[in-house]
């Protein structure tokens, strides 16, 4: 019987001639005794059959792309293809009929040996990749299955689409990397839905955990989930927005509160998310959710920041305002001789509301400490600090806000000023004590400052309360929601200073 594996030029069988063989039919029935004709038509209607089946078959394998060639039950090559012949790069008519292993040696104890062993013993089919065997580096597909008494073995190199592969890997790989350890969670879903419940997510990184306290594959699985714990206030809003976005498929950037799963902290969240429209019709949303709480708490910070510097400016103008009317109307001055002195004595005020300012300007209006702001009020009479410590300070160096800060710094000089003028401060033996502590109360933690001068002049009460005393008892006091005493005792000015901390 012909068998077209067993041809020598596979192209030949496929061009067999349908005519030759009915004349070969006609001839052998015409030969044959009347007892065989019944055989011999049978036999002849074999072969022929069986030639044109093999014809169309090897048609078939030489258009299948894939290389392909049979061995016999001797592992001699009996058919190969045009794919395989190129693949070998050796002419099908030096291979057919030899034994494989004579034609490739080196095949000798590989895996690829062994796996053609085993079909042809087992008689079951096998598929595996492995590396092709003389030709270090190419990676073969190989589909081995019983055939014909022997065996079949199509196979193609797909080496590049492994390193296509492999570079895909190693890009994901090193965009998940980056999409993991970014602080910003990224995500996309399939299709939008009319019904935004049914949405369906694809991807979410492993930042979601640390931001929402949801695990990726859990918020991938339910997206639900996520929505659930934002605050319902912003849910609306929310959707509302995402549905005006998809109408012309433009950027959507939404900003709300979210709970987070594992503390139960709520923070501020901003999404972005675009809409786009595949090939087929289905819109797609990519997008990214970054954690802005530390954001929005600084803007708060700001807020208040500029409401207590406005405040603070209103009212530092209302002073100078104030220290301008009270340092200029000074009964029984004379408009020319007296000038100079009251001019000088407004420009000290105002140098002290200027410190107070600085004090502030570098804690960034947060607050101050009250040992600088003492020290800042001494500073014109440094040289008295170092002459014999005619002036102590003794206390804790206690935080004030910024509104204690300024009306601290401006009653210290309307004190010193005093004790340099008329008390202890102006003579060579006088001293100053200035002590402070924090103390609890019913109301919260209070200040309690107490400014003693000792070794001045007789001290006696003034027969008129001046600026600086309106200034320390009066504005002090009210400033601050506290009291303040100002006392003159004959062996110096005792004032004390009793104001809630906060």
Known sequence: MFHIMNAPNPALAASFDLEQLTSDLVASISASPRGALSDALQQALARTVEAKVNAQLAVILEGIGDAFYSLDAHWRFSYINRAAEAYFGLPRQAMLHRVIWDVFPESEGTDLRGRYEEVFLSG???????????????????????????????????????????????????????????????????????????????YVSKTCERLTGVPA???????????????????????????????????????????????????????????????????????????????????????????????????????????????????GATAAGDLPALYATFEARLHALARGHDILTRENWEGAGLVEIVTQAFAPYRDLSEDRGRLRFEGPDLRVTPAMALSLSMAMHELCTNAAKYGALGVPEGQVLVSWSAQESASGPRLVMRWEEHGGPLVAPPSRKGFGSRLIQDGLARELNGEVRLTYQPEGVVCTIDVPLS
């Open 124 to 202: 079951h089919p096998l598929s595996f990749e492995g590396e092709a065997v003389g030709r270090p580096g190419r990676h073969l597909e190989f589909h081995v299955f019983p055939y014909n008494g022997g065996i079949g073995v199509s196979f193609r190199d797909w080496t590049e689409r492994r390193r296509a592969e492999e570079e895909l890997r190693a890009s994901e790989a090193r965009l998940s990397a980056l999409a993991n350890n970014a602080p910003a969670c990224m995500f996309y879903q399939t299709s939008h839905s009319p019904d935004y419940h049914a949405r369906k997510v694809l």
């Open 217 to 331: 594959e859990v918020a991938q699985a339910n997206p639900d989930l996520l929505y659930s714990l934002v605050l319902p206030q912003h849910r609306d809003r929310m959707l509302a927005r995402r549905l005006e976005t998809l109408c012309d498929l433009t950027e959507c950037e939404e900003e709300f509160e979210m709970r987070h799963a594992t503390t139960g902290e709520t923070r501020w969240h901003r999404i972005i998310t675009t809409p786009r429209r595949l090939e087929n019709g289905a819109i797609v949303w990519d997008g990214i959710q970054i954690d802005i709480t530390e954001h929005k708490r600084s803007e708060e910070h700001l807020r208040l920041l500029l409401n207590e510097l406005n405040h603070r400016v209103k009212n530092t103008l209302a002073t100078i305002q104030s220290l301008a009317s009270q340092s200029f109307r000074v009964r």
